[in-house]
């Protein structure tokens, strides 16, 4: 079965960058079955679909984030990753990779805390 | 811009049966919003475990049952039990713009 793994810093300075890693095993993520993408939650808040990426290569992200976000594939080591450009302490967040197809996410990684600090 | 919308909390008691729903704050929810559903306990991954309005992913007990109640997506927990007791939340495709929402969440509690 398909399972991920979220990996990266674990804090981040504000107005710097924000990279994470999704390592997939179990399934390759080159089918054009899923997509592939990134949720978000604050603490104590709820959940916020960050965006996806197809393997076809289009991507499609929330719009109060496209800006910021770059969401890219690594089909040679069966990862994807997540970059948020200028960041703030309103991005500190539990930070999940999924996969996802037009019926639901499903499986998601366990998720990877993020702090945004100086 | 279209809110996905959830009760912020809801009680049940146990071995009673629960409706949560999710709506938009503009609209109504069809198939056509692929609604899906979550069990989430706070600090850990979601359980999906509602997919495509009504089919239960694997492992998913038949005590929770999807469905589009008139302009609402829902979910119904019948023989509700302690474990039951955790955060919910919904998924919704609005359109090509804002792409996906989750709804706020509705905290569970079962006593």
């Known amino acids: 079965q398909v399972q991920l793994q979220e990996s990266g810093p674990g804090l981040v300075r504000p107005s710097e960058t924000l990279s994470l890693t999704c390592t997939v095993s179990?399934?390759?993520?080159?089918?054009?079955?899923?997509?592939w993408g990134w949720i978000r939650q604050p603490p104590g808040k709820g959940l916020e679909w960050i965006g996806i990426i197809y393997p076809s290569g289009g991507a499609y992200f929330n719009p109060s984030l496209k800006s910021r976000v770059t969401i890219s594939l690594d089909t040679s080591r069966n990862q994807l990753s997540l970059k948020l450009t200028s960041v703030t302490a309103a991005d500190t967040a539990l930070y999940f990779c999924a996969r996802q197809s037009s019926s639901a996410i499903d499986p998601w990684g366990q998720g990877i805390l993020v702090t945004v600090s100086s | 811009q279209t809110a996905v919308t959830q009760e912020p909390s809801f009680s049940v008691s146990p071995g009673g049966t629960v409706t949560l729903t999710c709506g938009l704050s503009?609209?109504?929810?069809?198939?056509?919003?692929?609604p899906s559903w979550y069990q989430q306990i706070p600090g850990q991954a979601p359980r999906t475990l509602i997919q495509?309005?009504?089919t239960r992913s694997s492992g998913v007990p038949d005590r929770f049952f999807g469905s589009i109640l008139g302009n609402k997506a829902a979910l119904t927990i019948t023989g509700a039990q302690a474990d039951d007791e955790s955060d919910y939340y919904c998924?919704?495709?609005?359109?090509?713009?804002?792409?996906?929402?989750f709804g706020g969440g509705t905290k569970l509690t079962v006593l």
């Open positions: 495509s309005t009504n």
């Open positions: 998924l919704l495709y609005l359109d090509s713009v804002s792409n996906w929402v």
């Open positions: 179990g399934g390759s993520i080159s089918r054009n079955t899923y997509h």
């Open positions: 503009s609209g109504s929810v069809s198939t056509s919003n692929h």
